[in-house]
């Protein structure tokens, strides 16, 4: 059973930085396509980033581009958003995701591709 736990979230200053990490445990991380996406209280939950299984094709939405960057470390286990020049509009709740993929260099878009997801790590910034 894989589970994935977020942490790295917390409150940040208008302009300020945070790194979210995902560690990923009970089965082989670099099986496994990986998301980050994020939700406001009575929202749909958006795709933030995307990865593949080794790491070298990612995606960011298009207007977070510039600011968020997508990593994983597949010798640790642990997938990463780092997010600069915070806003208060990227407060959210932040939740990595992880899909097993059958094809290395596939990146997945839709939440519904994803079947195993973290607790959730609360962002909040302040203006």
């Known amino acids: 059973q894989v589970t994935l736990v977020e942490s790295g979230g917390g409150l940040a200053q208008t302009g300020g930085s945070l790194r979210l990490s995902c560690t990923v445990s009970?089965?082989?991380?670099?099986?496994?396509?990986m998301g980050w996406f994020r939700q406001a209280p009575g929202k749909e939950r958006r795709l933030v980033a995307n990865?593949?299984?080794?790491?070298?094709?990612?995606t960011v939405t298009e207007s977070l581009k510039g600011r968020f960057t997508i990593s994983r470390d597949n010798a640790e286990s642990v997938l990463y958003l780092q997010m600069n020049s915070l806003t208060p509009e990227d407060t959210d709740l932040y939740y990595c995701?992880?899909?097993?993929?059958?094809?290395?260099?596939?990146?997945?878009?839709?939440?519904?591709?994803?079947?195993?997801w973290g607790q959730g790590t609360k962002v909040t910034v302040s203006s």
């Open positions: 995701a992880a899909v097993r993929s059958p094809t290395s260099g596939a990146v997945y878009y839709d939440e519904r591709s994803y079947n195993v």
């Open positions: 990865v593949n299984r080794a790491g070298f094709s990612a």
């Open positions: 009970g089965d082989t991380f670099s099986a496994y396509a």
